[in-house]
């Protein structure tokens, strides 16, 4: 960013600095010219009656270094020269100067010399026996004016341009430098006293700082509980192995030891795939794949493949689904349905009953499942969607809860830009209610 904010304003400078160049010479040069001009008007006024006097032949012979004096007759013909003979003179009511003098009583013009080094310049007057007298300068040209200069303008402009390089410097560096402060000292109060134009970016850059940070820690404590969690299936496998293989164990104990090995084996297995889940589903590669899918249709055939566990526990399931038309990755729905009717199952009373709903309103198409279970307190309610967390520990391990399925239902719910709405009382039942947008047909 320096180096573009400087080379900018280099490319400024110098086109400033040459511009500028270019109008002084200009305006010296308009200013050298009028003088030029007053000059000889007042010149041809003090010759004009010197003209008539008897020695005009030696006063204008002692001028014509500095002026040069033509007279020059009504035809043209040029009666009088100080710097040439007159009588080799072609006719001169072609110049310029001459035919505006002859016509309008006075004339001017400038003439660059062939080489280019100097101009001339011509004042001619009428008299009253209507010749023409014609007073002319030399002087050096625009462009020798130029060159003679070129130096010293290139030296000026080089000067200007190294002070300016210097200026610039010092300018982008107190341009940048409180954003570079700002890099380094992020959370720091420094910040707030940058550019107010910078303070909706600085708000966006330390929000998303700090959810990078947020995004690490929650990683970190993640695989603490991870490794957490996967100890203690495989700290059981190990001490039950290492009792049947010392023979400690034999016969119907050593296949309860193995019994409880499998279970735990069991356990590993469904947290290592709910991990997987999940951090597929956090993977920023993770696409879903939607199609327009009917949400009550895959509610009654997900809950038809819990029927056997809502038997065991002794729940009554029930399916009460109209159909609602959703735009939504399939195998992701039915994960999201089975993991909430699990939990309504599992966290339920003996004789307790589930109920899944699916029903459009509106432009919405709701999924609703509700048990009679044991709620969960008001405390809780939001914090049960965080990864591993769960009320009762206990319980939850003893039916096979790995504290994902929350995780999971509301990545999944995010990912399909669905709201999910938690309705607990302890003691009497949760309603969880997902809202999906309705993809009318
Ligand atoms: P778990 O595998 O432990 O069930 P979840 O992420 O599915 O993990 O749920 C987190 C916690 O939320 C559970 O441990 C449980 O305490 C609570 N919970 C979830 N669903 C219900 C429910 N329907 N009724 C009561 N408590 C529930």
């Known amino acids: 960013m320096k180096r573009r ?19 002084m010479a200009l305006v010296t040069y308009g200013m050298f010219k009028t003088r030029m001009n007053e000059d000889l008007s007042v010149d041809a006024q003090v010759i004009r ?5 008897d020695d005009a032949g030696r006063v204008m012979e002692e001028l014509s270094d500095a002026l040069r004096v033509t007279v020059i007759a009504q035809d043209g013909a040029v009666r009088y020269d100080n710097r040439g003979d007159a009588a080799q003179m072609g006719n001169h009511l072609d110049r310029t100067e001459v035919a505006q003098a002859l016509r309008e009583g ?23 026996d209507g010749s023409v007298l014609r007073v002319a300068k030399e002087a050096s040209s625009i462009w020798s004016i130029y060159l003679n200069a070129l130096p010293l303008i290139l030296l000026a ?21 409180p954003i570079r402060r700002l890099t380094a000292d992020m959370d720091g109060e420094h910040s707030a006293a940058s550019y107010p134009e910078l303070q909706p970016f600085m708000r966006t850059i330390r929000s998303q700082h700090e959810e990078i940070l947020r995004s690490a820690d929650m990683r970190v404590e993640f695989t603490a509980n991870v490794s957490h969690e996967l100890k203690t299936p495989l700290t059981s496998i190990s001490g039950y192995a290492e009792l049947i293989e010392s023979g400690m164990a034999q016969g119907e104990q050593a296949q309860r030891f193995a019994g409880e090995i499998h279970k735990s084996a069991n356990r590993l297995l469904t947290l290592i795939n709910d991990i997987i889940k999940l951090s597929q589903l956090d993977s920023p590669e993770h696409r879903i794949e939607r199609e327009v899918v009917e949400l009550g249709q895959i509610a009654e055939e997900t809950v038809n493949q819990l ?21 939504a990755d399939k195998r992701m729905m039915e994960e999201l349905i089975y993991n909430l009717c699990d939990n309504a199952i599992r966290y339920n009373v ?6 899944v709903e699916v029903r459009p309103v509106r432009e919405r198409v709701l999924l609703v499942v509700q048990d009679t279970g044991i709620g969960i307190g008001r405390e809780h309610q939001e914090r049960v969607f965080e990864r591993f967390y769960r009320v009762d ?49």
Not at 5 to 21: C, E, G, K, P, Q
Not at 405 to 430: F, M, P
């Open 393 to 441: 520990k206990s319980r939850s391990k003893a039916t096979g809860g790995t504290g994902l399925g929350l995780a999971i239902v509301k990545h999944i719910a995010a990912q399909h830009d669905a709201a999910i709405a938690v309705e607990s009382e302890l003691g009497s039942g949760t309603t969880i209610t997902v809202s999906f947008e309705r993809v009318m047909r």
């Open 350 to 355: 003996r004789g307790g009953s589930v109920c």
């Open 157 to 177: 402009m080089a000067l200007m341009i190294a002070v300016s390089f210097f200026a610039a410097h010092l300018l982008t560096d107190r341009l940048v430098d």
């Open 49 to 53: 009656p010197l003209l008539e006097s």
């Open 5 to 23: 904010i400087l080379s900018y304003f280099m490319r400024m400078l110098t086109v400033a600095v040459a511009l500028t160049m270019v109008l």
């Open 106 to 128: 006075e004339g001017r013009d400038v003439r660059d010399s062939q080489t280019m080094e100097t101009s001339t310049f011509y004042y001619a007057v009428r008299l009253e």
């Open 307 to 327: 029927r056997d566990s809502a038997e065991k526990m002794n729940v009554t399931l029930i399916a009460d689904v109209k159909p609602g038309w959703i735009s």
